[in-house]
């Protein structure tokens, strides 16, 4: 059994001192019973790409109404403790630049491309279902890979091999991860969450977001999991180039969807709204995750794979249901 463990990954995590210092006493302020909103505000005012991210983010949550917040204490007041918590983690999160090893062999630009569109396709899900609070879903829907970013940072050897596995054998994230380690980046991701203290819901989600099978104790915490899953199969994902079983996603989807109540056509709606909104988002971020044409593309990609996934799904099935005729005519 391989020694690592997602304790390990916390601990290596704290010894190297992830956290930039602004964020660490982001994290002890809102951690604090007795702070209050003007708390927060000020340590986050004391850095002046966070505030501008913060302050973009918090705009582009609330997408679509009419006043923007200029300020981030009124920022703190709208979207409340917990969610500003986890919107200035997923902040400096993007301001995270990989060496150059990481660069070449990951395109980094699909990574945060997915954590946006996973957050913004779980927004409009849950605008569209009225869930209490979309802007929970895009918080968590930005933050719900952490646990790959860690792995990708810290452990650079162990996660490109995570990689090779995944290129050769196609079998998904998951399975690469567990052919190398007892755990995956669902695990670690929770472990940090938690050393972190985000909320609760938060944590199980991205501890569960690639199994939506078990329900949750409680159940606002199993529909905002549910939500989360859908549009992280919905975006595209950081290694679907890498990937085959469609099968299995479109089960997946479809067992999510019910979750949620949502039909196939508002569905349908939601991934084509998203994919426009997700490059706008980008773009305000000024976060380099791609161009129109190479999102395009990537799309065309993704299309291509799911068609000749299903076409050999048919050539299987028609295969299978001949078999009884062909033994019958040769015996
Ligand atoms: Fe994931
Ligand atoms: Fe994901």
């Keep these: 059994m391989h020694p690592l463990t997602p304790q390990d990954v916390v601990s290596a995590v704290k010894e190297i001192g992830a956290l930039p210092q602004t964020l660490a006493t982001v994290l002890k302020v809102v951690d604090n019973p007795d702070s209050r909103a003007d708390d927060i505000a000020a340590v986050i005012n004391c850095d002046v790409s966070l505030t501008s991210r913060v302050l973009k983010m918090v705009n582009s949550v609330r997408y679509g109404r009419s006043r923007k917040v200029a300020h981030v204490s009124e920022a703190v007041r709208v979207m409340g403790l917990n969610s500003i918590k986890v919107l200035t983690l997923s902040s400096s999160v993007f301001g995270i630049r990989p060496d150059d090893e990481l660069f070449q062999q990951l395109n980094i630009k699909r990574i945060w491309r997915h954590f946006i569109e996973t957050a913004i396709v779980a927004r409009n899900i849950a605008e569209d279902i009225d869930y209490r609070d979309p802007e929970e879903a895009f918080v968590t829907g930005l933050l719900h890979d952490i646990g790959i970013v860690i792995m990708m940072l810290h452990f650079k050897k162990d996660y490109l091999g995570v990689i090779e596995t995944l290129k050769a054998k196609r079998t998904g994230v998951i399975s690469a991860e567990l052919e190398l380690w007892p755990f995956t980046h669902c695990d670690v991701g929770a472990a940090i969450a938690e050393s972190w203290k985000l ?120 295969a299978l249901e001949n078999r009884p005729a062909m033994v019958g005519r040769s015996a």
């Design 199 to 318: 909320p609760s819901r938060v944590i199980h989600v991205i501890r569960h977001h690639h199994d939506i099978s078990s329900p949750a104790i409680i159940p606002d915490d199993d529909l905002l999991n549910a939500i989360i899953a859908a549009a992280d199969r919905i975006a595209l994902g950081p290694f679907d180039h890498y990937t085959s079983g469609v099968e299995d996603d479109i089960m997946f989807v479809q067992t999510a969807r019910e979750k949620i109540g949502l039909n196939h056509e508002t569905l349908k709606n939601v991934r084509k709204k998203s994919l426009i909104q997700s490059i706008e988002l980008a773009d305000y971020l000024e976060l380099d995750a791609g161009d129109v044409i190479e999102v395009l593309a990537d799309a065309n990609d993704r299309l291509a794979e799911l068609y000749f996934s299903l076409e050999q799904i048919l050539i299987d099935k028609n």
